[in-house]
């Protein structure tokens, strides 16, 4: 018999702070992760469900200098625009037209984030700043690059998304924080060359890993969810 195949409140109350303490963190300290640690998280994600256990994942973990040289290179094409107006997505992450209710909460973390930062609406070059942030991992000691084969379908986009929730989860169960980060998917053809992409791989994400800023003022963001009886009905005799 396994060990929650006899739940207990301490078991039900670690799991759910696991997942319940899990919010996208955008300032961490230097302290190094062990190797050892990002196996251990990564082969316990790796337990995460696929259609007949295709296990569609691979994973790039950066640190020091080749997190800092793919970081570099990106930071220099979005500082430049002349040189990022050639750089496009190769997927659309977000919907092309966004539509009550998805566009109010965008709208609301965007300003919120801002908000606890100081920076002002009408302050692009601070937003900009910002936003560039997420090329150097914020500063984050490791930074995850994730990636697919095209000939895998959305059902295997799926299974991915359980794989990123594990690792998120897994992190917070060890004291480590993340934040998934969809904006490294401008910089497809930067990363597939920086980390030796084959012809058939695909990049989804990337994501940073390592302590949380205890004192980053941005780190207290924490966005709203809405109530079960919003999204959820419950069909049959309760």
Known sequence: MTLFEQPSEAHTAAVDAAITSRHSMRAFLPTPV???????????A?????????????????TGTAK???????????????ELALHTREYDYYPKAWTSPYLE??????????????????????MHHQHGRNYRFFDA??????????????????DYGMFLQNIMVAARARGLHTCPQAAFTEFHRVIAEE??????????CGMALGYADPVAVENTLLTERAAVSEFARFVGEW
Not at 46 to 62: D, E, K
Not at 68 to 82: G, H, N, T
Not at 105 to 118: E, T
């Open 195 to 204: 980390l030796a992409f084959r012809p058939e791989q695909m990049l989804v």
């Open 68 to 82: 800092q040289r793919l970081s570099e290179r990106i930071s220099a094409i979005y500082e430049d625009p002349v």
């Open 34 to 44: 062990p190797r050892e640690t990002v196996e251990a998280i990564l082969r316990v």
């Open 141 to 158: 000691p490791v930074g995850l690059i994730f990636s697919i084969d095209r000939v895998l379908q959305q059902g295997s986009w799926l």
């Open 105 to 126: 909460r965008r709208r609301k973390v965007g300003w919120d984030l801002y908000g606890l930062l100081g920076i002002d609406k009408t302050d692009k070059d601070a």
């Open 46 to 62: 790796a337990r995460a469900p696929s259609g007949t256990n295709t296990q569609p994942w691979q994973v790039y973990a950066l």
